[in-house]
């Protein structure tokens, strides 16, 4: 079930024209703690996963666990937790690649150096519904001998909803001085930022990546730069982006919700320090390789 975001503060054509062209479509998840079936859409709940097919672990040489004082796991193999599983007839917008219905999110629940990210590496799967309906489930997959807390999602329903976003840091320098000027004129006269009601900072499909830091887009090996395809972020239905049928107060559309229930009420993932696992595809080249990138 999707939710309903309210409306922009203001008409962004009529205010800024000039960011009218770099408007993106994208899906935010909404992930809320639940119980999802393991055929179902979810953030961090059971996978359809083959019983025939060996469950992924991670074996990097370099995986530690911060809360144990940087105590090193690696190069043992740990088996990776569920992270995201999303079914195309929950997300019309996600492109699949031929003969696929469905994309499973998986990661390594602890540290990892590489590239000076010190988070998690996705491992993704692309499958087909009707594949894995003829095959035996795995109702029970391994669990990690070593985790961080900080990377194991509580259970959650998703709710994909999709709106238009406009871009956060992906602009240039030129135009990101004017915006930013234009940004607090708003703030003064409507209580909010261009920042706050126009970029998104929560977990999604699409879009662009909600930068905490300096973007840094990845370029694939065949040169082209890579597509956003989704983001995983500690930031949940903050701000203007609260749905409707989350808040409990009357109000002009994009005040924080008063009810800290909803606070618990999502993965719980910190990372760092609200930061988000932003992941690419290439969908140029045939095997649509994927990259991923870390900010917090």
Not at 168 to 179: C, F, G, I, K, Y
Not at 262 to 280: A, K, R, T
């Amino acid at each position: 079930m999707s939710f309903t975001i309210p409306p922009a503060p203001l008409d962004i054509a009529e205010e800024f024209p000039e960011l009218v062209p770099l408007a993106r479509a994208t899906t935010v998840l909404y992930p809320r703690v639940g119980n999802p079936a393991r055929d179902e859409s979810s953030l961090g709940g059971p996978l359809l996963w083959p019983a025939d097919e060996l469950w992924p672990t991670c074996a990097a040489p370099d995986h530690f666990n911060p809360a144990r004082g940087c105590a090193v796991a690696g190069p043992d193999p740990v088996a990776v937790v569920p992270v995201l599983q999303l079914l195309a007839r929950d997300v019309p917008a996600l492109v699949f690649p031929a003969g696929t219905d469905m994309l499973q999110v998986l990661w390594c629940p602890l540290i990892h150096s590489e590239h000076d990210q010190y988070s998690p590496v996705p491992v993704l799967r692309w499958r087909s519904s009707a594949d894995l309906a003829e095959r035996p489930p795995l109702f029970k997959p391994p669990r990690p001998y070593e985790f961080d807390d900080e990377w194991i999602p509580r259970i959650c329903v998703v709710h994909p909803t999709e709106t238009v976003e406009y871009p956060n840091q992906d602009m240039p320098a030129e135009l990101t001085e004017r915006v930013g000027e234009w940004s607090e004129q708003v703030q003064e006269s409507c209580g909010i930022s261009y920042y706050d009601a126009f970029t998104t900072q929560q977990s999604k499909i699409g879009g662009y990546p909600g930068w905490t830091q300096s973007p840094n887009w990845p370029h694939c090996t065949c040169g082209s730069r890579m597509e956003h395809l989704l983001t995983i972020s500690a930031s949940e239905s903050c701000g203007r982006w609260l749905p409707v049928e989350e808040r409990t107060r009357p109000g002009c559309g994009w005040e924080v919700s008063d009810n800290p229930e909803l606070e618990d009420n999502s993965h719980g993932m910190i990372m760092g320090d609200c930061g988000g696992v932003y992941v690419f595809v290439c969908r140029t080249c045939p095997t649509w390789p994927t990259v991923h990138r870390y900010d917090c």
